[in-house]
Structure formats: C-alpha cells, structure tokens
C-alpha cells in the first residue's frame, strides 16, 4: 500500500518562508562568528605565523666588498755611493838640459922616488952604476861630463804612496854614470828634493832606464850626466 505525503498546508509554507528569511538575516552574523573563531584558532596554533612568514618577501642579504687597494709605488732607488779614487800624479819628466861643461883636465901622478933617491947612504958607500928610473904608470882616465844623451828607455817615475798622500813634490838631480853599454852603473843625489822617499823613487827609476852609449873616435866611452825628474801631484 503506497503512502501518501501529508498535503502541504498554507500555514507550513508561511513557516518554512519564515525561516528562510530569519536564516538569510543571521547568515552574515554567522559568518563573522565562524570567521573570528578561524582566526582565533590560527592564533592559537601558529597557523598565522606560517602563513605570514610565507607570505613575506624573502629577505636577501647583500654584502658590499671593498675594492682592492691599490699597489703601492716602488720605492726610488737610492743612488749607489761611488768613492773615487785620489787622481794618480803624473811624474813630469824634462828634457836634459844643455848646460856646457869644461872638459876636466887628465890629473897627473908625481913620479914616484927611486931607489937610489930613497937611500943615498947605500949608494955613496958602493958606487954603482946609475939605475934607471922607473916608467910613470898611465894616469886613469876620469870620464869626463856631458851636456845630454839620448834614452833608448827613459825612466819612468813611480810616485811613492806616503809621498802622495802627505802631498809632497819636487825635481831631484841625479848624476848618473852610462857604461859603455848604455847601463846606468852608477847614480849618486846631485841635488835632492827634500824628501828621502822622492829622492828613492827618482834613483830607482833611473836605475830602470836605458841609454844610448856615448860614441869618441867610433867606440863606446863612460860620460856622466846630470838627470833631473820632476815629481808633480796633478
């Protein structure tokens, strides 16, 4: 048996009309309620947070970095110190000079006394014949001086180092005997500079040089000759 619905009356229509319209007025109320319990709710349990944290930009951090400093300059070379050394004196040789010189004259020996001369006691008491006198030995002969020769090696001055550095200087004259082979043999101080040291280095180069041999009558002969060196600091 099939039932039937009860007959919709106009008095349930106007009730159920009613209620739609009290349910549409307190529809907005309620949605603020359900809104405000959400929210409290999100509070309460950090939802809020999150949701605002996800929200938020991302904050980069931006570091600045400071330009490199700038190579610094090389340091100006300091100028190297040079110490110079003293100038080295230039010995200053002159030319001979041409001064005239008298030959020297040979020296003669006396003759020696003879016997018979030393004892006449002996001779008067045994008459005897006369004896000769002895022959008079040839005087040696002294090499005479001359004005000049000529160098085959001329002296070459070397200036004593004390002597530069106390600053002195001077010419000393030497007197010097050539040999027949031009050597000088013998050197003697005809007038000196005031310095022991000067005059030294003035004998000892002299004793280095090497002379052309005086020629008379087409040989070789021993003259002496009157040198003189300089020793001047330039």
Same mark, same amino acid.
């Given at each position: ?10 008095? !349930?229509?106007?009730? +159920?009309?009613? +209620? ?5 007025? +307190?529809?907005?109320?309620?949605? $603020? ?13 950090? /939802?809020?947070?999150? %949701? ?9 951090? $931006? ?24 100038? %080295? ?23 020696? @006394? ?15 014949? @006369? ?20 160098? $085959? ?18 010419? %000393?004259? /030497?007197?010097? /005997? ?8 013998? $050197? ?12 030294? !280095? ?7 040089? /090497? +002379? ?8 070789? %002969? ?13």
């Amino acid at each position: 048996m099939t039932m039937m619905p009860p007959p919709v009356t106009v008095q !349930a229509v106007q009730q +159920f009309a009613d +209620f739609d319209k009290k349910r549409n007025k +307190f529809a907005p109320l309620m949605a $603020i309620v359900v809104l405000h319990i959400a929210g409290f709710y999100a509070i309460q349990s950090g /939802l809020l947070s999150r %949701v605002v944290t996800a929200a938020m930009p991302t904050i980069t951090t $931006i570091s600045i970095i400071a330009p490199p400093a700038p190579p610094k300059p090389p340091a100006p070379s300091v100028p190297k110190t040079v110490e110079l050394s003293a100038p %080295v004196p230039r010995a200053v040789i002159p030319p001979l000079p041409l001064i005239a010189v008298a030959p020297s004259e040979p020296t003669i020996t006396p003759p020696q @006394p003879t016997r018979a001369e030393a004892a006449p006691a002996v001779a008067t008491a045994a008459p005897t014949a @006369p004896s000769a006198p002895s022959p008079t030995p040839p005087a040696p002969s002294t090499p005479r001086t001359v004005s000049s020769v000529e160098y $085959i090696k001329a002296p070459q001055l070397i200036y004593p180092n004390l002597s530069r550095r106390l600053g002195e200087s001077g010419t %000393v004259v /030497l007197r010097i /005997l050539i040999n027949e082979k031009g050597l000088p043999e013998q $050197i003697l101080i005809q007038k000196s500079t005031g310095y022991n040291n000067l005059d030294e !280095a003035g004998r000892q180069a002299a004793q280095r040089a /090497l +002379f052309k041999p005086m020629i008379e009558n087409g040989k070789p %002969v021993p003259v002496y000759v009157l040198v003189p060196l300089t020793f001047q600091l330039s």
